[in-house]
């Protein structure tokens, strides 16, 4: 199969490896039915690169195509794929926030993040939104046909370089929880307990606002008081301190 996405990579090491699930993804052939994809990008020469390449694909189905997310959420609703294959920074609505409402009309729909973005705050943004996965485009076509099989299969994929970013942020936000742990937990209200809990599940400050029938305004203030009771910078860190502190327990 020809390479269109940049540089290509053959050998394992640089290929996007699965970080959850476990077993061997279904090879092409052994599908009752194809797996049926969502492009979504505000490129359109790059939707019809990516539509070419996965025709070649005999279980895999392009079903249809968005260039925003706005638009993804309306295709999603309406084609109920398997997978949809999304950028993260389009006009209109980015692939980010598309993410919480097309797992809203689409539950059963993964997703995976394809894009230029390498930022570590995208690739977090993009776990917390219900993204499966979170591709580079620099890879090449074969291992976007891969990812889509694996995710299909219930794996998680993560391009080498985000996964050693992530892993790295999470060590540096253990070591930090650690070097607080004989200081007392501070106590937060009920308050914001009900909001820290909201944030845990990826809930933005609009749709806690909305939980907890109060404004937006005062959902931000929380999550600030939060974040300096708990001496933490990001909604990230405050969760996995409350977890840690057994302040906050998620099921």
Partial sequence: ????????????ADAAHPVAGAGTATTGGSRAEPIRVLVVDDHALFRRGLEIVLAQEEDIQVVGEAGDGAEAVDKAADLLPDIVLMDVRMPRR????ACTSIKEVAPSAKIIMLTISDEEADLYDAIKAGATGYLLKEISTDEVATAIRAVADGQSQISPSMASKLLTEFKSMIQRTDERRLVPAPRLTDRELEVLKLVATGMNNRDIAKELF??????K??????LEKLQLHSRMEAVVYAMREKILEIR
Avoid at 94 to 97: D, Q, T
Wanted: aromatic share 4%.
């Fill in 214 to 219: 109060i404004s937006e305004n005062t959902v």
């Fill in 94 to 97: 980015g692939g980010i926030e």
């Fill in 1 to 12: 199969m020809a390479d269109s996405f940049g540089p290509v990579h053959h050998h394992t």
């Fill in 221 to 226: 203030n929380h999550v600030r008081n939060i």
